[in-house]
């Protein structure tokens, strides 16, 4: 399908979002690299976002986008229909009680403040995840002894037909790094848990949780994140280093100096570049310990042709 047959497809349901053909994805992601996505939706609200979905052509592609910070949208953009979820409708935070309700577009560290903020405890965590909550749930993200799974009460999300689901926790699946949900649903808001706690000792450990983060991590950089994930019983950095892989570079990309589970857009690299470079790592890796590392940062799309 053309982006005028999508958008024609699309027309019937009378959406409220905005609908951008060819649009440019480079700039909504950390790494600053690839190429458009054929139609990009911006949904108003769950409604909205419902009757894009029901309306579509089943052969039409759906891929999810948050805050492009674990993201490599390949260099040749990505087919079909792109979802970035914004706004008011998903991007709203509410406590009540040890509750906390989070739009998918929030960033994780603004749900770790409004946590501090009203004396929950054991969502500090998030502060150190430079990403939006619809990741979070998609990946069980975690970082510094704290995981989704282990906060998450439930979750709401559309399906590919346009029809709401609520997931309690036991249906999203949880593993490391890992979500056993349906991969066609887009979450769309989600019920966090926490415990009562002294909101200046929950900020004081967020404070910690950053200048953790600022001493170990290029986050001044143009990246992505933690490339690959860590091996049972082992650190993907490690392996990185042991094979010779600190400071590698591939075209603009290079492994960080600073920390070698990171790639860089160091100088004008290209999606390719980037994605290429990993898989130099993983090889490297594989020929000096035997380990297959796998990837934690989602790659999207198609190649330039």
């Known amino acids: ?34 190429g458009p996505a054929q139609v990009l939706f911006t949904p108003a609200d769950e409604e909205d976002l419902a009757a894009a ?12 986008i ?57 969502l500090a965590f998030y502060r150190g995840i430079p990403g939006s909550i619809g990741g979070a749930l998609r990946m069980n993200a975690g970082a510094h002894g704290g995981e989704t799974t282990g906060v998450l009460a439930e979750a709401r999300a559309v399906d590919r037909g346009g029809v709401l689901r609520v997931l309690g926790h036991a249906e999203m699946g949880f593993a490391y790094r ?7 649903l887009i979450f769309t808001s989600a019920l966090f848990r926490g415990r009562p706690g002294d909101p200046a000792a929950i900020l004081a450990e ?9 001493a170990a991590q290029p986050i001044r950089e143009r990246t992505g994140g933690s490339t690959f994930k860590n091996p049972d019983g082992a650190k993907a950095w490690q392996l990185i280093d042991a094979a010779g892989c600190r ?8 492994v960080s100096e600073m920390h070698c589970n990171f790639l860089i857009n160091r100088d004008h690299a290209t999606a390719a570049d980037i994605e290429g470079l990993g898989e130099t790592v993983r090889g ?8 297959d590392l796998h990837w934690e940062i989602k790659r999207i799309g198609v190649p330039a042709r």
């Open 247 to 254: 400071g590698l570079v591939r075209g603009g990309a290079q």
């Open 206 to 214: 967020m404070d910690r949780v950053t200048a953790a983060r600022e």
């Open 284 to 291: 490297r890796v594989l020929a000096r310990s035997g380990v």
């Open 178 to 184: 890992h979500c056993g949900a349906p991969a066609d």
């Open 53 to 64: 979905l029901a309306a579509l052509p089943a052969e039409v592609p759906v891929t999810v």
């Open 66 to 122: 948050g805050l492009g910070s674990n993201l490599i949208v390949r260099d040749g953009g990505v087919p079909g229909l792109v979802v970035r979820l914004g706004g008011r409708a998903f991007g709203t935070i509410a406590v009540d009680g040890e509750a906390i309700r989070a739009g998918t577009a929030v960033p994780d560290m603004k749900v770790a403040r409004a946590a501090a903020e009203a004396g929950l405890d054991g």
């Open 1 to 34: 399908m053309t982006s005028d047959d999508i958008l024609s497809a699309l027309r019937p349901a009378a959406l409220r979002g905005r609908l951008l053909p060819d649009h440019p994805l480079a700039d909504l992601t950390w790494f600053r690299v690839g």
